[in-house]
């Protein structure tokens, strides 16, 4: 007879968290319900219901979530290609690869389609919040270039694959722009980023 583990309330929304992000990545934002992820980890609708109150409730925890682990993940990027240990194209890789791989943009998407607008917002704050930890905040040098960026980055995911090979370009085509405008927006700021091994 196997005992379950029971969780304290933060960690019982992780695991649903890491759940739905599962998801996510797998089969896409139509597969993020309540009920699939209460499946996936064993739990019951009820239970989910009370963590996160409605499949909106949960849609905005997921946003949320993806914002802060993935912000993080940048920051340490570009933390580190301050101490010469990183490049700017790792930081353009993770952003992009964060609406792609992981599922950012289509869960934005889907979010939008369906009236949800304000469960982006947490994804739209950590990303200001990011910008301003890791320029000067106060004069917003670095604002428009990563506004630029995640802007490419989304589009880049929704339908990049399919325009770069309309117009007969490689498949990495916006992630070379963006790197170019990452690091020129960078000097233009007083910021360097080591060169590229590639």
Known sequence: MSIRKRLT???????????ARALLIELGPQAVTLKAVAARI???????????????????????????????????AVLASRAGEGT??????LTFDAFDKEGGGALATWMLMNGNEDALDPLVDAVHDLVDDLADHDSGK????????????????LMGGALAHSL??????ARDTAERMLIQGAAQAGLTF???ED
């Open 9 to 19: 309330q933060e960690e019982s929304r992780t695991v649903a968290l890491e759940a």
């Open 42 to 76: 064993g739990r019951t609708h009820a239970n989910l219901l009370h963590h996160f109150g409605s499949a909106a409730g949960l849609q905005k925890a997921l946003a949320e979530h993806l914002a802060v682990t993935i912000c993080a993940t940048i920051e340490e």
């Open 88 to 93: 700017a194209r790792e930081v353009v890789d």
């Open 142 to 157: 670095m604002h428009d270039v990563t506004h630029a960026l995640c802007l490419m980055a989304l589009g880049d995911a």
């Open 168 to 173: 007969g370009l490689p498949r990495t085509s």
């Open 194 to 196: 080591p060169a590229s």
